[in-house]
């Protein structure tokens, strides 16, 4: 590959519509080494650990893209999250790792297909759907415990979804790499993500095609809440516990992440690379607030503000893309 080749493949990833995720990212770094520079802020140790922080929310930011990306929103994942942990937790004791996984990702597979065959058999928005299966999974995770906490105390689930280390290399950052690479081959490389991709962007064409519109649409939200549960494990492991407030602030976070980092939401776009550097924007933004002393209120003013800077950001890619 010659030097003039490459510049000019460096050139296009820089005009891409969807770059400004790698600029936003760089200038918030920098912005924060500057004013932290008398702290622990670039440190390794800090780095790594908001990659732990934030892998749960990557998770369910790569999940829900495959939602977004046939013109569905899933509001449930939070309630999803907390479920899945507490199903998990108290499960282990007397049937380890496997059983409690399963069941698990089961809970948030089932959960998925509720929502997409309501969304499609009552034809109602899948928002409306999902809200209420937000507030009646609430209900459950409430009710399993009756508000109490559940111990997480099994070393190997504590190891592969919490705080175990492969060759030096946090399990956490492993699962972040995962499914990003999961997330890029489905929906860039296989037919079942052009497929969606088509039905989130030209539901007629492909329509006309023959592609199964309704089947897709509930299997990506069959995906989406899947992660949404496989978050829920990742945090039970990383927090050695569950709890029913578990899940409830990352919904904005989420769509925040996905929406900034080049998605769609309103369908047939997405960028799973740019819904990773999203959530790792996210928790880079809330670790330098708290370095910085900012107290808890002015950390979700600020997220509220980046919240409505990302969506304006796809209403406008939407408009002029």
């Given at each position: ?111 998925g297909f509720i929502n997409g065959l309501l969304t499609e058999k009552l034809q109602v928005s899948s928002l ?107 945090y039970a492991g990383r927090l050695q516990g569950a709890r029913y407030t578990l899940g409830e602030a990352d ?52 997220r509220g503000v980046i919240l409505i800077v990302a969506v304006a950001i796809g209403v406008r890619e939407v408009?002029?893309?």
């Open positions: 590959m010659t030097t003039q080749t490459q510049a000019t493949m460096l050139k296009q990833l820089l005009l891409r519509r969807d770059a400004y995720i790698y600029y936003i990212f760089l200038i918030v770094l920098s912005f924060f080494a500057v004013l932290l520079h008398d702290t622990a802020f670039l440190s390794l140790d800090n780095l790594l650990n908001i990659v732990r922080q934030t892998t749960p929310v990557t998770v369910m930011a790569v999940a829900l893209c495959f939602a977004l990306a046939v013109g569905h929103i899933d509001l449930s994942i939070g309630a999803v999250v907390a479920v899945s942990a507490l199903v998990a937790a108290l499960l282990l004791p007397q049937y380890g790792v496997l059983v409690a996984t399963a069941a698990a990702l089961g809970l948030g597979a089932a959960v409306l759907i999902t809200l209420g299966t937000m507030s009646v999974l609430a209900g459950v995770a409430r009710q399993l415990t009756g508000m109490e906490s559940v111990p997480v105390l099994h070393d190997g689930f504590i190891f592969w979804f919490g705080g175990g280390e492969l060759l030096g290399i946090p399990t956490l950052l492993l699962w972040t790499v995962a499914m990003a690479l999961l997330g890029y081959l489905l929906l860039n490389k296989l037919r079942f993500g052009r497929h969606l991709l088509a039905v989130g962007g030209q539901p007629q064409a492909a329509r006309a095609m023959g592609i199964a519109l309704q089947r897709l649409r509930v299997q990506a939200l069959m995906i989406s809440a899947t992660g949404a549960a496989l978050a829920g494990l990742l919904l904005l976070t989420v769509i925040a992440a996905v929406a900034i980092g080049g998605t769609s939401l309103f369908g047939g776009r997405v960028c799973i690379l740019g819904a990773v550097l999203g959530s790792w924007l996210m928790g880079m933004i809330n670790n330098g607030l708290i370095l910085s002393g900012f107290s808890t209120n002015e950390q979700m003013v600020a408009k002029h893309g």
